[in-house]
């Protein structure tokens, strides 16, 4: 069945949209119907909110209509950009102390030192208190921490960033659907260790960046994987942190211009060679 276009589907501008936000019953009737996953009638949704003047409510609730709030046959419900308000809201809810630490399940691959993270001002990073070696910076939004144990918190962080860089990867910015691109960079400020070069994947159009080693990158590759996995390492069961190939030990300068390094993994004595190009192409020198 094909939607009618009607008015609601008007053009809102961003500064329109949000100025509707700026409202206290406007934000309740996003929040209760982000509650219900069937449309709900004009009554029930002015019971809910708790609205007594029925011609207030209506003003509010007509307001949001062609932006946040769709208005259909069985009643209303969200718009995906109400669904993404929803989002924000529960992301954005932080309810415990300003900094914290974690012991993470890992040691480092340099010092065997166990490795910590910290979160602060709404960013984790990783670090190895032994080698002073910082592993991984990567915002977290806050909503992250509700319902989880310390411990699923622990394991939650390197899934996360590890997830965020395939979306990017595969050319989706997660911030806002536009189209990333990836290449090697030289230099990054968001790693401190003096590899020669670094995953850098930006969208074109928010300007999203994520910034990862480049054996970070490798272990994304189907050739890398399968490598692992016939030496009994299941990449995506295993800590991110724990994985000696996450460390750039192995990572040499082939070229400046254009840009491209070479990667060798060891695994039970044997060895993958891989080349890895400015535009992120991989090829396999040696297997064997
Ligand atoms: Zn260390
Ligand atoms: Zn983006």
Redesign the pocket.
Known sequence: MMAEPTKDAENVTPEKAFSLLGNETRVAIIQVLGEESDPLSFSAVRERVGTRDSGQFNYHLTKLVGSFVRRTDEGYELSYAGHRIVGAIHSGTYRRGDRMNFDLDST??????T?KATYENERVTVR??????RLSEFGFPPGGFENRTITELTQVFGQYVDGIFSFMLRGICLNCSGKTVGKLIEETERIDDDAPAYVEVACDQCGETTTSHVNGYLLHHPVVASFHYDHGIDLDRSELWNLDLYRNESLTLLSSDPLSVGSTIELDGDRLELVINEDLSVSIETEQ
């Open positions: 480092c691959t340099v010092c065997e030192t490795i190895c208190p032994g080698c002073e070696t």
